[in-house]
């Protein structure tokens, strides 16, 4: 186990999103990730360049799906449960 | 784009994600019949196979994507991710289990229905079936809600 983990900051699961989006998009430097704390459980807040945003949602939001499956697992690892909103 | 480089995507792309899950994880890649099959093994690797398999499913669909997105959004082969090997020992359960079964029906001449099941689960019981004597499969009703019938031959 990493010492990070349990922290209760999603910082695994900010950077798999981040490594995801970046694998599908057309322009990975504008991907950008960013984690809101707020009342409830964090939220992972996802960005990317203009029309990139299809790569990220896929047929049907199958791709979106698999991200937040993905993510979610992530930030098991961080201790913590998190949303996560792709942001067009 | 040549298999060696399909491979080396996809590598790449799981490398990274073990590394961003913070896990020290290793990956193969093979490109055998236009299918590329990753197998990802480690310590704590569980969380990369999820409950029924859903995270490896998820990464296994993403994987795809990526694959798709590097071809220049051509239509590409398959891509199987594995996770220590679990897919395998999946399979392998699955094909004793519908020994056991087949053998039920042989004795009792009654046919079998199975639980839904996915595209490749059902592949696996109607290659197991005809791998055997004295039984016959098929398959009912339409996805996501589709099952596999065993019979007497």
């Known amino acids: 186990?990493?010492?990070?983990?349990?922290?209760g900051e999603p910082t695994h699961a900010a950077a798999v999103l981040e490594h995801i989006a970046r694998s599908l998009v057309e322009s990975p430097d504008g991907v950008r990730v960013e984690v809101v704390q707020g009342d409830g459980r964090p939220q992972l807040n996802l960005t990317v360049a203009d029309g990139d945003m299809g790569r990220i949602i896929g047929k049907r939001g199958r791709m979106a799906n698999a991200?937040?499956?993905?993510?979610?697992?992530?930030?098991?690892?961080?201790?913590?449960?998190?949303?996560?909103?792709?942001?067009d | 784009m040549d298999t060696a480089e399909q491979a080396s995507t996809i590598e790449e792309f799981l490398a990274g994600l073990g590394a961003a899950f913070g896990l020290d994880t290793t990956v193969e890649v093979s490109v055998e019949d236009d299918i590329?099959?990753?197998?990802?093994?480690?310590?704590?690797?569980?969380?990369?196979?999820?409950?029924?398999?859903?995270?490896?499913?998820?990464?296994?669909?993403?994987?795809?994507n990526v694959l798709q997105r590097q071809a220049d959004g051509r239509e590409h082969g398959k891509v199987v991710v594995d996770v220590s090997?679990?897919?395998?020992?999946?399979?392998?359960?699955l094909a004793a289990f519908v020994t056991d079964a087949a053998t039920k029906v042989t004795e009792s001449g009654d046919e079998v229905v199975f639980e839904v099941m996915s595209s490749a689960d059902r592949k696996v019981v109607h290659d197991t079936v005809a791998s055997l004597d004295g039984v016959e499969s098929s398959s009912v009703g339409e996805d996501p809600r589709r099952r596999v019938v065993i019979r007497p031959a």
């Open chain 2, 36 to 64: 590329v099959s990753a197998h990802i093994d480690g310590s704590e690797v569980g969380l990369l196979i999820g409950p029924r398999l859903g995270t490896v499913d998820a990464i296994q669909e993403i994987s795809r």
């Open chain 1, 67 to 87: 991200i937040r499956t993905v993510t979610r697992a992530a930030a098991a690892r961080d201790g913590v449960e998190i949303d996560v909103e792709f942001l």
């Open chain 2, 85 to 93: 090997n679990v897919r395998e020992m999946r399979k392998q359960a």
């Open chain 1, 1 to 7: 186990m990493s010492d990070e983990n349990g922290s």
